[in-house]
């Protein structure tokens, strides 16, 4: 032959075959890794569509039942819950009302599935008040950190009372997690998890979320979400809320984070916490988008996506697509 040398060592004999592919695969990807997050719209008698999130429905407190029990056959371990009330007002008291939309659906799950599903409920006030914020503003229009924690103290009680397994602190004030654990423990909920929104950035990407419920928000949340260009400030908010009592900590979008998804990763197992990821509603609706003008292959963009986020680090993927891919992967 030539001058050439020939290879020694040959990388692709490992990947000749799927079997020998699938035997040295690193990252895995179960239906039991998978969170399902859902809308349930006050008032609806049916799924209303949201535009923006194809094949993504506000569901009326029946079709959210049906999907939960849907939820459990595929596999799926966790539903997110976030709530679609008919009335806000400036300090969101649909969310600690007991016969609020969010508390009414939590209980709703709780009955129809029990413990087969880990039922997690947003606790926020975005989709509560008026103004769109995720807290209760101040005489000058400011959100008003510590006046939010005592909300948000309440919103954990009425979660826990409703059934909720696991409540998803998710407006990034500070204090938050210490706040929720106390009062949980003071009202004998020990055993409510809290999973915390540690890492979670201001993003475009939110885009659709806005529609899917029915968003009041002018502006944005740049004064209390984190910086796109900042990965240092996610160390410390996972420590913060570590130490504050988390029990799963999350990163928050995940695509365009997976850099800070791999950081937190390695520090939670550090720290002995499992680690969630949000593949969040615009990551969804790109997919979707790209993949009904024939762009790309549906099926393995989705799933590249999902098992992209798992090996950057994700032990839990919150994710739209969640019962349909568990159905691919069993
Ligand atoms: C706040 C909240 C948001 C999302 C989940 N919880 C919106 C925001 O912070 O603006 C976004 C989820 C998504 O985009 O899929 N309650």
Redesign the pocket.
Same mark, same amino acid.
């Given at each position: 032959m030539s001058d050439f040398e020939r290879p020694v060592v040959r990388p692709r004999r490992l990947r000749r075959t799927p079997a020998l592919r699938e035997l040295v695969a690193e990252t895995t990807l179960r239906p039991g890794q998978l969170v399902l *997050?859902a809308f349930v719209r006050e008032g609806a008698s049916e799924p209303v569509p949201i535009s923006s999130m194809p094949g993504v429905v506000q569901h009326s407190r029946d079709s959210l039942r049906r999907a939960a029990v849907e939820a459990v056959e595929a596999g799926v371990r966790g539903l997110m819950l976030f709530g679609v009330p008919t009335t806000k007002d400036a300090v969101g008291s649909g969310a600690t009302d007991p016969d609020g939309i969010l508390n009414l659906a939590i209980a709703d799950v709780a009955a129809e599935v029990g413990d087969d599903l880990v039922v997690m409920s $947003?606790l &926020?006030l $975005?989709?509560f008040t008026d103004h769109g914020h &995720?807290g209760v503003l101040d005489e000058r229009g400011h959100i008003d950190n510590d006046a939010t924690l005592q909300r948000y103290a309440d919103m954990a009680l009425a979660q826990a009372e409703a059934g909720a397994a696991v409540v998803g602190p998710?407006g990034m004030m500070d204090g938050q997690v210490a706040v929720i654990r106390e009062a949980l423990d003071a009202a004998g909920h020990l055993d409510t998890a809290i999973l915390a929104y540690s890492a979670k950035y201001a993003s475009a990407?939110?885009g *659709?979320?806005r529609e899917a419920v029915d968003s009041a928000l002018q502006g944005d949340?740049r004064t209390y979400?984190q910086d796109a260009r900042n990965a240092r400030e996610s160390v410390r908010e996972v420590l913060l809320d570590i130490d504050e009592g988390a029990d799963i900590v999350m990163v928050k979008p995940a695509l365009a984070y997976l850099d800070v998804l791999r950081r937190i990763a390695d520090l939670a197992a550090e720290q002995g916490v499992p680690v969630a990821a949000?593949n969040?509603?615009?990551e969804y609706s790109m997919v979707e988008a790209a993949a009904a003008q024939g762009w790309i292959e549906r099926e393995p963009a989705i799933l590249e996506t999902l098992t992209a986020i798992r090996r950057a680090g994700a032990d839990v993927i919150l994710t739209y697509w969640a019962v349909e891919a568990a159905r691919w992967l069993r």
């Open positions: *997050p $947003d &926020c $975005d989709e &995720c998710s990407f939110y *659709p979320f949340r979400q949000y969040i509603s615009g």
